[in-house]
T-cell receptor, first 116, second 113 residues
């Protein structure tokens, strides 16, 4: 079974430039997550999708960050414009959630963003 | 709000010795607890979870964790460490009724030959 796929793996941009990250979850997983991981810290949730619907985006800085999950499969996370403080690893995860169940999340390798 | 604490930034152990990576939690309601491992330049890999049932949970790669409700702890253990176990370990808790994980700050495990 293929895991969660993310691209690019690394991205270096100058501040104020836009950047986008792509995630393809495990086939059949209905729930997709974007996490931000700063150096030396644990991941922090940015947004969670159930199928096409963003059900938790309370931690997403909406002035510069946006995300979409068209057709309930792939997802894209965008930053525009990027700031120096956005340098971090952006992790995508997916899981199969059902009523009354809580299954583990499977993570992709992440995209390491460096903003100069 | 739910939270977990990992009191040790780093744990050092010799190969072949038992290892313990500590985690304590704070939740309202029943805790759903998880351990993940992260190798350099890779995403997090699921090791094990506690939802309900036996307090000793067995997971991947020979790891196990002991849930202790009275001490609000969920320590990760392995009877005999391998050099290849050297990595960053994260404890996590499900945040209430939301399907998101709240992670600790991580513990770096270094197993020496």
């Amino acid at each position: 079974e293929a895991g969660v796929v993310q691209s690019p793996r690394y991205k270096i941009i100058e501040k104020k430039q836009p950047v986008a990250f792509w995630c393809n979850p495990i086939s059949g997983h209905n729930t997709l997550y974007w996490y931000l991981q700063n150096l030396g810290q644990g991941p922090e949730l940015l947004i969670r999708y159930e199928n096409e619907e963003a059900v938790d985006d309370s931690q997403l800085p909406k002035d510069r960050f946006s995300a979409e999950r068209l057709k309930g499969v792939d997802s894209t996370l965008k930053i525009q414009p990027a700031e120096l403080g956005d340098s971090a690893v952006y992790l995508c995860a997916s899981s199969l959630q059902g009523l009354g169940a809580y299954n583990e999340q499977f993570f992709g390798p992440g995209t390491r963003l460096t903003v100069l | 709000a739910q939270s977990v604490a990992q009191p040790e930034d780093q744990v050092n152990v010799a190969e072949g010795n038992p290892l313990t990576v500590k985690c304590t939690y704070s939740v309202s309601g029943n805790p759903y607890l998880f351990w993940y491992v992260q190798y350099p330049n890779r995403g997090l890999q699921f090791l094990l979870k506690y939802i309900t049932g036996d307090n000793l949970v067995k997971g991947s790669y020979g790891f196990e964790a002991e849930f202790n409700k009275s001490q609000t702890s969920f320590h990760l253990k392995k009877p005999s460490a391998l050099v290849s176990d050297s990595a960053l370990y994260f404890c996590a808790v499900r945040d209430g009724g939301f399907q998101k994980l709240v992670f600790g700050t991580g513990t770096r495990l270094l197993v020496s030959p």
